[in-house]
T-cell receptor
Framework: EAQVTQNPRYLITVTGKKLTVTCSQNMNHEYMSWYRQDPGLGLRQIYYSMNVEVTDKGDVPEGYKVSRKEKRNFPLILESPSPNQTSLYFC????????????FGNGTRLTVT | GDSVTQMEGPVTLSEEAFLTINCTYTATGYPSLFWYVQYPGEGLQLLLKATKADDKGSNKGFEATYRKETTSFHLEKGSVQVSDSAVYFCALLGNTGKLIFGQGTTLQVKP
């Protein structure tokens, strides 16, 4: 089954404790992206990657890191999480064609206390 | 810059009622327009899209027409079901190549 898999689904952590949210897709997609979803703000792009070893900042990259060492994986790293990073996070992927639909994972709900 | 504005929710309807969720956009050039749907506990999935003016996207009984003169892409369905309860996002893909989402509209359909 074609899918984008994120882990974990839920995560509660404390300020300053490094964490990684994993994302993997099995559709051989070139493009991958991370979003955060907050009430009243819709989805905001954090980082994206057009292909292996190519990553770029989105609209809200501060406090996040990503890497794209393999085509299928695109982990999101919070080196020193803060409470304002409490949010619902989504990973998404698509082919290299801009108009192609984004395929989303089921989300990771992160709480930073 | 490019932007998308959706009507604020939540929208609460009875089963079989007519649905309209308004979406307007600001963009240079000729963007592609999309509606995504997010069911509870899931990620977003593409509902329909339109890539040029006067195109009509349709899927699962939902429709939206790309109106360049009014810069709108309103989502409609003639008869909603309880299973349509979800959050609906309007989005545009403009010259920057970035997909820009509206803030989302929650639809609740009651039996």
């Amino acid at each position: 089954e074609a899918q984008v898999t994120q882990n974990p689904r839920y995560l509660i952590t404390v300020t300053g404790k490094k964490l990684t949210v994993t994302c993997s897709q099995n559709m051989n997609h070139e493009y991958m992206s991370w979003y955060r979803q907050d009430p009243g703000l819709g989805l905001r792009q954090i980082y994206y990657s057009m292909n292996v070893e190519v990553t770029d900042k989105g609209d809200v990259p501060e406090g996040y890191k990503v890497s794209r060492k393999e085509k299928r994986n695109f982990p999101l790293i919070l080196e020193s999480p803060s409470p304002n990073q409490t949010s619902l996070y989504f990973c998404a992927s698509r082919t290299g064609t801009e108009n192609s639909p984004l395929h989303f994972g089921n989300g990771t709900r992160l709480t930073v206390t | 810059g490019d932007s998308v504005t959706q009507m604020e929710g939540p929208v609460t309807l009875s089963e079989e009622a007519f649905l309209t969720i308004n979406c307007t956009y600001t963009a240079t050039g000729y963007p592609s327009l999309f509606w995504y749907v997010q069911y509870p506990g899931e990620g977003l999935q593409l509902l329909l899209k339109a890539t040029k003016a006067d195109d009509k996207g349709s899927n699962k009984g939902f429709e939206a027409t790309y109106r360049k003169e009014t810069t709108s892409f309103h989502l409609e369905k003639g008869s909603v079901q309880v299973s349509d309860s979800a959050v609906y996002f309007c989005a545009l893909l403009g010259n920057t190549g970035k997909l820009i989402f509206g803030q989302g509209t929650t639809l609740q359909v009651k039996p």
